[in-house]
């Protein structure tokens, strides 16, 4: 391997040179032996070895010596190890839509099964095990794992400590699971009222915001525990109506508006020390006029990205089977370009074989030199020695069994409880007594308006469940409203309301909204993912935002209901008129209390 030229430890820093470009990361010392395993390991390393490195795959199930036919289609072999076995790849990526989430135990025990079956194939470079835990909208490891509400509930606290100690705990839960990588935080910021695929993944609207909270964030993940954060998605998925799992968005800011709007966050990022960032699959053409996606784009990720801001760790693509990378070049020649535009993990390929045939033979033809396979090489390596899974690639199950404890949660709650956002209060409904009462619990979420009802349940009241969808049929929402009729009092929960394109095409959400309100029965209407919604709801005289769903979220929402806590919240995006995204309807820091 003549591009590594030097791999050596100087006190706490890793220091080493590559294709004439030095790389120092803070790491602890680790032991003689295994810095001389690794190097020997780097330098016996074939092409089709360091080529393997550059990819992030995942594979369908729970085990990995459990056969899946879907593991055969996708990549010849029917279980997660032979992948591994395969490929050598030097990451991997947990879904629990995938199979790979159960419980602490069993995911505990898969990562130490891949980890065995990568350090088993001779190559001895351990896997960089990742997942996305940006917590709220987006999160894969489900309960018994602290839960939190996600960015926007964080950014509506305004509190950056809070930021960073979620940060912390999610991260140390993640690593005793094995899994060394979260992709997050989302350093997007959300300037689009519109935004199918960030809004509340997103901490605000307003740069400065996003980048305190993203800074804290990455303080949390690397500094308290130990695990790599990954910065998302650069350059920028904040501004868009379209949704890139599906479509190719275009950004249409000028140079300013993304010097001043998008790049704040991702400069913050990088001179906190952020270990990985990730590209997203958007035109800019303020950064590259030629129509490419960032991802595959040579003069965002090496010139922007690399030169002009400096970043020196790993840059990972957003998932290479989204729809918006696919379609313009196809799977081979997409995996190659993002290798040439200066990424160094490509995650997720649709196409495993044909991808891995494509950066090989683009090597061996000298489309693309080794040297700069090389640099990517070692970026992963030095990683995997900074966040230790180098040198200690096992877990403990038994306590892996134990994430999750009693303060966690509590301190989880407490959290939570700060981003409750009363947006609306006409009629004073709020708080409620402690009167017992009759309360019918209506709108979206089986799990959500069922984890609200056992909250107020335990206050006393009498509650009913009518769950809707989000968008229900005009029986469902009859049959809602009759309920409401012989109910005190009504708490309906909407989830993207104001989405007319895909979650509700017909505004149903809309219509149940209006027929309770017509009961004239008091009615509490509450935005569980985006508190946009409240565009859509003019008539409502109450209304709060708690930007996440989970059953953390449904207590918080409940102590606020019933005056246990005041809600503190303040908005962290515009909220605009419906219908014209330029008029204000709410300011960005609005809020009520009592």
């Known amino acids: 391997m003549p591009a590594l030229r030097r791999l050596s430890l100087a006190g706490l820093a890793l220091v080493t040179t590559v294709a004439g470009v030095s790389m120092t990361a803070a790491a602890e010392p680790p032991e003689p032996t295994g810095l001389a395993q690794a190097n020997r390991t780097i330098q016996g390393m074939s092409l089709e070895e360091k080529v393997g490195q550059l ?17 055969t289609k996708l990549y010849g072999v029917p279980t997660a190890a032979e992948v591994v076995a395969k490929y050598k790849p030097g990451g991997w990526i947990y879904f629990d839509g995938r199979g790979n989430v159960q419980n602490p135990t069993q995911v505990a025990t898969l990562s130490n099964q891949l980890q065995q079956a990568a350090i088993g194939t001779g190559l001895h470079v351990p ?14 490891i489900g309960p018994p794992a602290t839960q939190f509400a996600g960015g926007m509930a964080l950014g509506a606290s305004r509190s950056t400590a809070d930021a960073r100690t979620a940060a912390a705990i999610t991260g140390r839960e993640l690593k005793a699971l094995g899994i060394r990588q979260d992709y997050a935080p989302d350093a997007d910021v959300n300037v689009n009222a519109l935004n199918p695929v960030i809004g509340t993944r997103s901490f605000s609207s307003d740069p400065k915001l996003v980048s305190d909270m993203t800074v804290a964030q990455v303080q949390g993940f690397q500094r308290d525990a130990g695990i790599t954060a990954t910065a998302k998605h650069f350059p920028g998925h904040g501004d868009t109506v ?27 990022a990088i001179k906190a020390g952020i270990d990985s960032i990730m590209t997203a699959h958007i035109v800019v053409p303020a950064l590259d006029p030629s129509g490419d996606p960032a991802t595959l784009s040579k003069p965002i990720l090496s010139g922007v990205l690399r030169k002009q801001l400096g970043f020196q760790g790993v840059i990972v693509t957003d998932g290479l089977e989204m729809a918006a990378v696919r379609e313009q070049y196809g799977d081979a020649e997409a995996a190659v370009r993002a290798i040439e535009a200066g990424v160094d993990q490509l995650l997720l390929p ?16 000298g489309r693309i030199s080794e040297r700069r396979i090389d640099e990517s090489l070692l970026r992963i390596l030095l990683l995997k020695l900074k966040n230790g899974v180098f040198f200690q690639p096992y877990v403990d199950v038994a306590k892996a069994a134990a994430i999750g404890p009693a303060e966690s949660l509590a301190t989880a709650q407490k ?7 009363l947006i609306k209060d006409h009629t004073k409904t709020l708080p409620l007594s402690n009167t017992p009462r009759k309360i019918l619990v209506t709108g979206w979420g089986v799990s959500t308006t069922q984890n609200l009802a056992n909250s107020l349940t335990k206050r006393g009241a009498a509650t009913t469940v009518a769950q809707t969808g ?9 049959d809602s409203v009759a309920k409401a009729a012989v109910n005190d009092v009504t708490v309906v929960l909407t989830r993207k309301a104001w989405d007319s394109k895909v979650t509700d095409k ?36 109450t209304f709060l935002a708690t930007y996440g769903y989970a059953a953390v979220s449904m ?15 303040k908005l962290p995006v515009d909220i605009p008129v419906a219908g014209d995204p330029q008029k204000p309807l709410y300011p960005f820091g609005y809020g009520m209390s009592w």
């Open 350 to 365: 649709p196409a495993p074989e044909v991808q891995f045939n494509a950066v090989l033979n683009a090597v061996r033809s």
């Open 55 to 71: 990819f992030v795959l995942f594979a369908y199930g729970p085990d990995a010596q459990l056969p899946d036919t879907r593991n």
């Open 555 to 569: 207590e918080s929402l409940t102590k606020a209901l019933y005056g246990e806590i005041k809600p503190t919240g």
């Open 415 to 421: 959290i939570v409880d700060k981003s409750i956002t």
């Open 127 to 140: 896997l960089l095990i990742a997942t996305d835990q940006e917590q709220g909208v987006v999160t894969r």
């Open 506 to 541: 017909l505004g149903k959400q809309r219509k149940l909204v209006n027929d309770l309100l017509a009961t004239g029965k008091p009615v509490i209407v509450v935005a569980v993912q985006d508190p946009y919604d409240i565009a859509y709801f003019d008539a409502a005289p």
């Open 242 to 268: 379209d949704d890139s799992h599906n479509d190719l968005p275009t950004i249409n800011h000028t140079l300013e508006q993304w010097n001043t709007i998008d790049a704040p966050p991702f400069k913050a």
């Open 470 to 478: 989000a968008a229900p049929s005009d029986a469902v929402i009859a």
